[in-house]
């Protein structure tokens, strides 16, 4: 195939009183080269315009080509706008995992919902878990030179051969050489394994974690969480659901290296998700168990810390009087820590009354109990009719990012118009959680928060 030709980057705005405006580029001007060099992304961009001395090569909506020479201080921004976000067009995956929650959806979503990223610029910029395969060793030598760290590495299983079979790509099995090169480069990383029954459980779980943490103090922790099963699997790799007995090995064997790492290296390392300790009827360690709840991310202490966060929130009230009535809807996972919450709030307000709605996914299939895959015509069909009180209150993680939209885009203005019911959105610390069940608003009463906002997509 004839490879595409170079066409620089687009520039969409220039910034009023910036570098750009001086120099005269306009919207619809093309950013060819900056010193002579091409730019392949943002971090080209970013690491080349940091110079006091900087050429740049333009090609103007005309045609014509100018260079330009631009002295400045290191930190000044040239104030340009480009068509896309990372300069680049997002690496989308090359693997086809036996596991891969994508191939489970359903048909006739959003375009967007079947994207398959697995970008190595987004786990630096956002946190997205990537396997490596479609990067080069040069590649992994650019990310090392931009210090794009940390990373985060879908890594599932270090048996190179398990590897190629899980991701269908044959290679996946190359991952030990690249995770050398950010070893030794003394990049940051962390790790996720999807574990699935019958294939990396077991033996080949304790050789991945065992493999894995030659890596640290490089490798700050590893996550592992039970593989997600919709009910949209015809034609996919046969995978079993984790019962009681299967959760309760996996946790055996990850507290068993907890401890050994916890000897050698004073860090757990590998933690198990929440999942797991639901499933298998198992507690929910205390917070030291956690250390700085490095996996939060892949639903990794997120109910521990939810727990925490709400007791702590209470403490600093003083129970009242007041009348409330109110409804939470959330998936299985969580509801029985909702409910355990929503007591310690009733024993300080007496005359607050929560319902916790515990929504059956049916959309998906009801292996799936996370809140964040609840969608608008579930929580619609199964709350209709019922008691709701003055407010329903939703997590935020129901919805797309930035908007009231739910997964099956369904809007909460269709949900509050059917369920006839005000419907209000709780950010997913336990600090709102309760401001939501009092019906106190953002900055109606002082307090120091336990930590900042975060999303939790497993509740």
């Known amino acids: 195939m004839r490879k595409k030709r170079y066409e620089g980057h687009l520039i969409t705005a220039v910034a009023p009183g910036s570098i750009g405006e001086a120099l005269q580029l306009e919207a619809g001007d093309r950013l060819l080269r900056i010193n002579r060099e091409k730019i392949e992304d943002v971090f080209d961009?970013?690491?080349?315009?940091?110079?006091?001395?900087v050429l740049l090569l333009v090609r103007k909506a005309d045609g014509e080509e100018w260079e330009l020479e631009v002295e400045k201080e290191s930190d000044d921004d040239l104030g340009l706008t480009f068509e896309k976000s990372l300069m680049s067009d997002y690496k989308s995956c090359s693997n086809r995992c036996i596991f891969c929650f994508i191939d489970q959806m359903p048909p006739g979503m959003r375009e967007t919902l079947y994207f398959k990223d697995d970008d190595t610029r987004l786990s630096f910029l956002q946190g997205n878990y990537v396997t490596l395969t479609n990067m080069s060793e040069s590649d992994i030598r650019r990310m090392i030179r931009y210090r794009l760290a940390p990373i985060n590495i879908s890594v599932h299983t270090t048996n190179p051969e398990l590897r190629c079979k899980m991701l269908q790509n044959r290679f996946a099995g190359q991952l030990k050489e690249k995770m050398d090169l950010l070893y030794e480069a003394g990049m940051e990383m962390n790790g996720q394994i999807v574990l699935c029954k019958g294939i990396n459980d077991g033996a080949e779980l304790e050789r991945t974690i065992s493999d894995l943490s030659r890596y640290l103090p490089v490798m700050k922790s590893l996550s592992v969480v039970p593989v997600g099963l919709t009910k949209y699997r015809e034609g996919l790799f046969a995978l079993e659901p984790f019962e009681r007995e299967d959760a309760r090995n996996a946790l055996s064997l990850i507290h068993t290296w907890q401890k050994l790492l916890l000897e050698k290296y004073g860090t757990r390392f590998v933690y198990a998700s929440d999942e797991f300790y639901i499933k298998s009827g198992e507690p929910i360690p205390p917070e030291e168990a956690y250390e700085d709840y490095?996996?939060?991310e892949n639903g990794v202490g997120m109910v521990r810390l939810?727990?925490?966060e709400a007791r702590t929130a209470l403490e600093h009230l003083e129970g009242d009087d007041r009348e409330r009535t109110v409804s939470v809807a959330t998936g299985k996972l969580a509801a029985p820590f909702l409910r355990e919450i929503s007591g310690w709030i009733s024993s300080r307000f007496p005359r607050v009354c929560v319902r916790i709605y515990e929504i059956r996914n049916d959309f998906f299939g009801e292996q799936i109990t996370v809140s964040?895959?609840?969608?608008?015509?579930?929580?619609?069909r199964q709350l209709e009719g019922k008691p709701l009180g003055e407010q329903l209150l939703l997590p935020v993680n129901m919805l797309r990012s930035g908007e009231q939209v739910f997964l099956d885009d369904i809007t909460t203005f269709e949900?509050?118009?059917?369920l006839q019911v005000p419907i209000r959105i709780v950010k997913s610390s336990g600090q709102d959680f309760i401001d939501g069940i009092l019906g106190i608003e953002a900055g109606e009463e002082a307090r120091e928060q336990t930590s900042a906002p975060y999303e939790l997509p497993e509740l």
Not at 45 to 53: A, K
């Open 294 to 296: 490095p996996q939060l």
């Open 45 to 53: 961009y970013d690491f080349l315009v940091r110079e006091e001395q």
């Open 306 to 308: 939810l727990l925490e």
């Open 415 to 418: 949900a509050e118009k059917a």
């Open 372 to 380: 964040g895959l609840i969608c608008g015509q579930d929580l619609i």
